[in-house]
């Protein structure tokens, strides 16, 4: 019997990464190429945006409407997205339909037809998500900070911007195609009801004509750290705040997570009690960890009205000094219960599991199983957390507002 983890490595530099798991009848895929907004030039923000779209517009034998049906008749729960390090393709089947589903889906990667004709129609979908993201003001103030906190490339939109959009033609697409659109870096991740011998060669010919490209480095181009207020006419002010922490790949993650969950895991977390339920400052306030390869940060959201903005901001960021006073055991034995919760339901979920393997292998290039992740939630204790926050101080926070009024901000 083949292990439930297994890795495979093609020599075009495509990297298969399988769990099987016997106990649920369906499959999911995630397949990311490294076409990421972070490879998009400063003057096209937004090419791997329109790309993505493009590429699923007919690929193979398949024209833009056969693409989309043949996935439907297959029963295939599918989806396309861009982050900044990848574009993104998923689906989720019946285990029977897999071998169907990545046929598809390495035409897309090596054939798309890439049709001129529906460039406009692309180009549109894409300019209204930009201004879907620009109606979404909570939004808008967190990507603000992530762009202060990483810089170019890696805190940019991946929707890219309205001004650029509209320079983008066919030569770019194509050019961003041959270059972003290659194996060496792009990940396939299968989790569900799988013969991974038979994958593994099926996959083999799928891909074999996909030929790898050079892998320019980026470079990036820090940010003004500095606080920054968007004015905007608004009853509500929508509060971000960030701070340093360790990225997913540092062996004190879980650590950092776990005083994260303290502050914002649920209904008796920190933040919801203190600024929310007591005080009634605001109607949605919590915290997230986030990571690049080798940077981390917490995010910190609070969404409340104008009257209450200044005193949201205070209780938040002494909420945030508190934290390094240390966490107490009935708040890590609900953050645990939580956790677990949360890998007990990732282990009934064959698409959870994909895109989860798939992170592992690009963040560590190994895969955790989920028996390991209970190991190190197991050994979680308040010592283990405070110590890690004697060693990384909640501090220097970079605190975006948008709204009417600038807030007074801590020096």
Known sequence: MTEPIQVYEYENGLTLVTQRMDWVESVAFSLLVPA????????????????????????????????????????????????????????AMLADKL?????????????????????????????????????????RALQALRLRRYGEPFGRSSQGALETMSRIGMDDIRAFFATAYRPNGAILSVAGKIDFPRLRDRVGELFASWRPAPNAELECVPQNGAPEHIPHESNQTHIAIGYESVPYCHADYYQARAAVGVLSDGMSSRLFTEVREKRGLCYAVYAVCHTLRDRGSVFCYAGTTTERAQETLDVM??????????????????????????????????????GSIAADWYYLRRIQTLEEVGRIVDGLTCESINRYLAEHLPAEFLIVTLGQNALELPR
Do not use: W, Y
């Not at 993505?52 to 989309?68: K, T, Y």
């Not at 390495?106 to 109606?135: F, M, S, W, Y």
């Open 36 to 91: 990421g907004c972070s490879r998009d030039p400063q003057s096209l923000l937004g090419l791997g945006n329109i790309t993505c779209e493009m590429v699923q517009r007919g690929c193979g034998p398949r024209d833009s409407r056969q693409f989309v049906n043949d996935l439907e008749n297959l029963g295939v729960d599918h989806s396309a997205s861009v982050s900044n390090s990848h574009a993104s393709f998923g689906g």
């Open 99 to 139: 071998e169907a589903a990545l046929t598809i889906h390495a035409d897309l990667v090596q054939c798309p037809h890439l049709p001129a004709d529906q460039l406009e129609d692309a180009r549109l979908t894409c300019i209204q998500e930009i201004r879907a993201l620009e109606d979404n003001l909570a939004q």
């Open 317 to 354: 960021l002494h909420e945030l000094r508190q934290l390094s006073c240390g966490v107490h055991a009935d708040e890590l034995q609900r953050l645990k219960a939580r956790l677990k919760s949360a890998l007990i339901m990732q282990q009934e979920s064959s698409s959870a599991r994909s």
